[in-house]
């Protein structure tokens, strides 16, 4: 013991690390936090996450890594990536939540091994819901070929499809959705030459034929009641057109959109003249947690293409009666593009009603083009707004939801390399803070480098969605069932 005391720090520390035959016996610090991919440092991660492979950026030869907190530690070796055994690591986090685990990194480089400066992950007691729902499409403009709607357990690696299109060739699924972040209740539309809506409630589905003459188009943006008796859509005359420059690659924009709710019970779409204007275009509805109102975004309209920059759009809201279906008489705004120069798009709030998040951006509404979109949060007691800087990056920050306890948001970003988008994760801690986001995590941290897909729509749902296949395809190849249409007030 008395040796162990005269030795030199830097001694005593590899006496320790070699006492356990596993770890470095030399090495000098860098003195620099390491660099890593994905960014896993100092980011906050619920206890039920996946583990957090990575790998370490520039040439290395092989790596030591220890994750460490004050009840459980976990000795990881690998070559330039982590790869971590998800029972130690899920010891770990349970042995850890509501602390922090130090990170520390050692890379053997030109026969010397160098230690990196430890970061910390702090793991919250609250759980992500455990499934996320998105569409997985190649970042195309005019086409699509192989794409579907997949299912990922966040707690492991193991993901499958809800529905693709490899049995209906030429067709695309899109714009998926949940009530209240429920998996047995759900509906996303087809497009192509089987155009339709498909609703599942309790397993069962049912194909709705939505365009008819007293709409614009078929259904489009969707948003559950949390009755469950009624989802609004916008309806949308939708275009695209292609830049020149370099900067700049389409623009989608709306010709005509209004606002619907769809009836469920009585399969009959009902909208009233301040949410379906001929002087305005209405998009992106939102219901609030109790149903009793109807978020959405408005824009003067405008003649398209030619004033494709100067539409934007103001984050409005109006009174809802579900028990009778009808609308209030008077719209609020929110959040003015009078007074922000910008445009609002995806309102989306909290389930317990304590923040609305939504995509600012400098115009129009098709954000996840847009690379100086960003994600702002709402105050909805003092209606005070400002951009969430924690979240936020250089490139496109949009679509969003919020898991069934308010605890977590989850957003698309291109941040990664500014052409495809990925699932990020942020915690929001209920005093309108919200924390460094971390990446969908996969077995292989080289996943994202190599995927030719995008991540879209990403929603969290509480469980597995389960769909029967041979029903649900039978349902899709079965003739629409017609809706109704009632104008309220």
């Known amino acids: 013991m008395r040796l162990l005391l005269r030795c030199s720090p830097v001694i005593f520390l590899i006496l320790i690390l070699g006492s356990c035959g596993r770890g470095v016996s030399r090495f000098s610090d860098t ?31 092989k790596l030591y890594v220890v994750f460490e907190g004050n009840k459980e530690k976990i000795e990881v070796r690998g070559k330039d990536k982590v790869h971590i055994d998800r029972g130690k690591w899920r010891s770990l986090l349970a042995g850890n939540a509501g602390d922090s685990i130090s990170v520390t990194v050692y890379a053997f480089r030109n026969k010397e091994w160098s230690r990196y400066k430890p970061f910390f992950i702090r793991v919250q007691h609250e759980p992500l819901d455990r499934w996320l729902v998105y569409r997985l499409i190649a970042p195309g403009y005019e086409s699509w070929s192989e794409m579907g709607i997949y299912q990922r357990d966040l707690t492991s690696f193991a993901s499958e499809p809800v529905v693709d299109n490899r049995l209906l060739p030429g067709a695309c699924m899109n ?20 155009a339709a809506t498909i609703l599942v409630r ?3 589905a049912v194909k709705l034929n939505t365009k008819i003459k007293e709409t614009i188009s078929n259904c ?15 309806v949308n005359n939708i275009s695209q057109v292609f830049h020149s420059v370099r900067d700049k690659r389409i623009e989608v924009f709306d010709s005509k959109s209004d606002i619907v709710v769809y009836d469920i019970k009585n399969n009959k779409l009902i909208t009233a003249g301040l949410i379906s204007s001929d002087s305005s275009f209405e998009t992106f509805p939102a219901f609030s947690p109790d149903g009793r109102e109807l978020y959405f ?6 003649a398209q293409p030619d004033n494709y920059n100067r539409v934007k759009y103001s984050l409005c809201r109006i009174g809802f009666d579900a028990g009778a279906g009808t609308f209030g008489h008077s719209i609020d705004t929110l959040v003015s593009s009078h007074v922000t120069g910008k445009s609002v798009s995806f309102p989306r709030i909290s389930p317990d009603g304590s923040c609305l998040v939504f995509t600012l951006s400098d115009y129009g509404n098709f954000s996840i083009w847009h690379r100086d979109a960003d994600l702002y949060q709402l105050d909805l007691q003092t209606g005070e707004f400002h951009p969430i800087v924690n979240v936020n990056s250089k490139e ?8 069934s306890n308010s605890s977590w948001l989850v957003f698309s970003s291109r941040r990664t390399d500014g052409l ?4 990020f994760f942020s915690y929001y801690d209920r005093k309108g803070n919200f924390s460094k986001p971390f990446m969908l995590p996969q077995e292989d941290p080289d996943y994202y480098k190599f995927t030719l897909r995008s991540f879209n729509v990403p929603e969290l749902v509480t469980g597995k969605v389960r769909n029967d296949g ?6 899709i190849g079965s003739p629409a069932k017609n809706v109704n249409f009632e104008l309220k007030n």
């Not at 896993?40 to 290395?60: D, H, K, M």
Request: net charge negative.
């Open 202 to 204: 309790e397993g069962k």
């Open 220 to 234: 489009v943006y969707p948003y559950w009641h949390p009755s469950g008796n009624y989802i609004a859509f916008s």
């Open 420 to 423: 495809y988008t990925s699932p």
């Open 297 to 302: 975004c408005s824009a003067a309209k405008a």
């Open 31 to 61: 003195g620099s936090v390491p660099d890593i991919f994905p960014d896993y440092t100092n980011v906050t991660i619920p206890v039920n996450i996946a583990p957090l492979n990575f790998r370490l950026a520039g040439e290395v030869e």
């Open 175 to 194: 714009c998926h959705s949940f009530r209240s972040n429920d998996p047995s209740d759900m509906m996303f539309h087809l497009r192509g030459n089987i």
């Open 470 to 475: 041979r029903s649900l395809l039978k349902t």
């Open 396 to 403: 496109s920050d949009s679509y969003h939801s919020w898991s």
